[in-house]
């Protein structure tokens, strides 16, 4: 408040915001301290001589802008913007914008947030009940200034109205000229907020937009209307007027509307759950202020639209706060089995770039030192011609092809006691006997491998490429080898030694549509008579100079032994 330090009343005032502060500590509260120092200097005419000034309405309206601002609750600069003027002193109060209010420690009733919006239907009950109701009971008579942004709540959830009873004062002193409107100064309602009275309250507006519009006086009908301003903020989410486009029609003509035209705002027909309410909002807005619901009616619509609303603030904590805890509880729920999934996916992922034993030890935080295999069978299974059929294929389509044939070499895998290591352009390489020795079955278990998967290679049609005919070849040997996990971010299963270099010489220097073994892998096959081996011949091996290699050809079942003792 802009005032001289010097005059008169600025000592007075001086004096009684020191009385203030030192009488407070007796109230509970700065707003009850407010409204009884009101009392007692405005309303009654004291009989202190020192006091009376104070009663005077120039004076007045100075002490209960001190007052307020000192409660705490509002900051009111910028809601008092007239000169007080007197014989002896004038005091101007220019402040910001209307808009611009600075609600201290409390938080907007009707914020555009979901959240918040849920948990606030509780008090809609309180707003009305508790809050215009006691207004039009009272001596104050009615709100005349309620707006989403004069309904707050603290932090303890306690509704509270401000500047109710502010349009009367200032209305009377501006008729009876006490005080008078600072031509410079800012105007004191925007559009927006002059919209959300009643229209048999705007009147005095000025049609030509050039006057900033004047303080309206209210009266306890055109608080049902701002009612129904309020609820349909609440429910649409959106000013009262936003759905009709407003923003592109110059804010004067807006008021005109309302005035002469009728415009109210449009209500949603799609909006089933709170159809009633906005069918009630619809009747707050009635032309004639005697057809407007009552509050008794706005209390059952809000009953029955809402029923958290019902019972005291403790009966609508408890019910939110239970509502509250179901939701936590569905949510954790969910994310539970999220994270259910979500492990699942990981460890199959894993699963697929290292041996499952070796996975789970690595999950559970167990670091596997390298290992040295006395036996071990190693195997390569390379596409024949590959280069050609890239030539013959775009980028997804040669993917779509690779990713298939090693599904199903995959599928096959998957029945036996072996481990895919790790797939190298066209190259399919399996290990058995690592990292779980299988008491010498690798062999045996790489040796069945190979031939299914020969098998499918014979029946395997490209889609793109029917006429083209699949030809594979596959080495693989067995002997000692070492494996151990290498790297941290990105682990892969390695196998080491010459064992693995030998398979994928075998592999290598094979025909296609053939498996090739070495004879000392050869001979391990022979001691079980079920498999028949042909024998290759001496083969150049880089590395290894001359080998004596077989190929593997078929295994032989029981049936077929029978056969062959029969004849």
Request: charge should be negative.
């Amino acid at each position: 408040m802009c005032m001289n330090p010097n005059s008169y009343f600025a000592q007075r005032l001086d004096y009684v915001l020191f009385t203030t502060q030192r009488f407070t500590r007796r109230c509970s509260t700065w707003l009850s301290f407010l409204m009884a120092l009101i009392r007692v200097l405005v309303v009654r005419n004291p009989l202190d001589t020192d006091y009376q000034q104070l009663s005077e309405p120039k004076a007045a309206f100075g002490c209960i802008q001190a007052v307020t601002l000192l409660s705490g609750i509002l900051s009111t600069v910028g809601y008092f913007q007239y000169v007080v003027t007197a014989a002896s002193y004038s005091t101007s109060c220019n402040g910001s914008d209307p808009e611009e209010v600075y609600v201290m420690e409390e938080s907007q009733l009707f914020s555009q947030n979901d959240h918040l919006l849920t948990k606030l239907y509780s008090l809609v009950d309180s707003l009305i009940s508790k809050g215009v109701q006691y207004l039009h009971k009272s001596p104050v008579g009615y709100h005349g200034y309620l707006q989403a942004s004069t309904c707050l709540i603290d932090i303890n959830w306690v509704l509270k109205l401000t500047l109710y009873g502010v349009s009367n004062f200032i209305c009377d002193n501006l008729d009876t000229k006490s005080i008078k409107s600072d031509e410079h100064a800012a105007p004191l309602l925007s559009y927006s907020q002059y919209a959300c009275f009643a229209p048999e309250h705007l009147k005095e507006y000025d049609e030509t937009g050039k006057l900033p519009p004047r303080m309206v006086r209210g009266s306890a009908h055109g608080d049902i209307y701002s009612v129904g301003m309020i609820f349909y903020s609440m429910v649409e989410r959106v000013d009262p007027f936003d759905l009709n486009n407003s923003l592109v029609v110059p804010r004067p003509q807006l008021i005109k509307d309302i005035i002469d035209n009728n415009l109210m705002p449009r209500v949603d027909d799609n909006n089933h759950k709170e159809k009633m309410l906005l069918e009630k909002c619809q009747l707050c807005w009635h032309r004639d202020p005697e057809s407007r619901p009552t509050i008794r009616d706005l209390l059952n619509t809000i009953s029955a639209v809402y029923p958290a609303s019902k019972g005291n603030l403790i009966d609508q904590m408890i019910r939110m706060s239970e509502k509250a805890a179901e939701e936590l509880e569905r949510q954790v729920a969910v994310r539970t089995d999220e994270l259910a999934i979500a492990q699942l996916q990981t460890m199959r992922l894993l699963n697929e770039m290292l041996p499952a034993t070796v996975a789970a030890d690595l999950k559970n935080g167990i670091i596997l030192p390298p290992r040295s295999y006395d036996s071990a069978t190693v195997m390569f299974v390379q596409i024949c011609e590959f280069n050609a059929i890239m030539k013959k294929s775009n980028a997804n389509q040669v993917v779509f092809f690779l990713n298939d044939i090693f599904d199903q070499f995959d599928t096959v895998i998957k029945q036996h006691d072996a481990y895919k290591v790790e797939t190298t352009g066209e190259t399919y390489m399996v290990a058995s006997g690592v990292p779980e020795e299988n008491e010498g079955r690798h062999i045996f278990e790489v040796a069945e491998i190979s031939l299914e998967i020969r098998e499918i290679s014979y029946t395997y049609i490209l889609q793109h490429h029917p006429s083209y005919k699949l030809r594979i070849r596959i080495g693989f040997h067995a002997g000692p080898l070492a494996a151990g996990v290498i790297g941290i971010r990105s682990p892969r299963y390695c196998l080491f030694g010459d064992t693995v270099n030998f398979a994928s010489r075998m592999q290598s220097n094979c025909p296609p549509n053939q498996i090739q073994t070495s004879e000392i892998t050869a001979k391990l096959l022979f001691e079980t008579h079920e498999y028949k081996l042909v024998k290759r011949g001496i083969v150049h091996v880089k590395g290894k100079g001359e080998v004596n290699c077989y190929w593997l050809n078929e295994h032989i079942h029981e049936e077929e032994h029978a056969n062959e003792a029969a004849g």
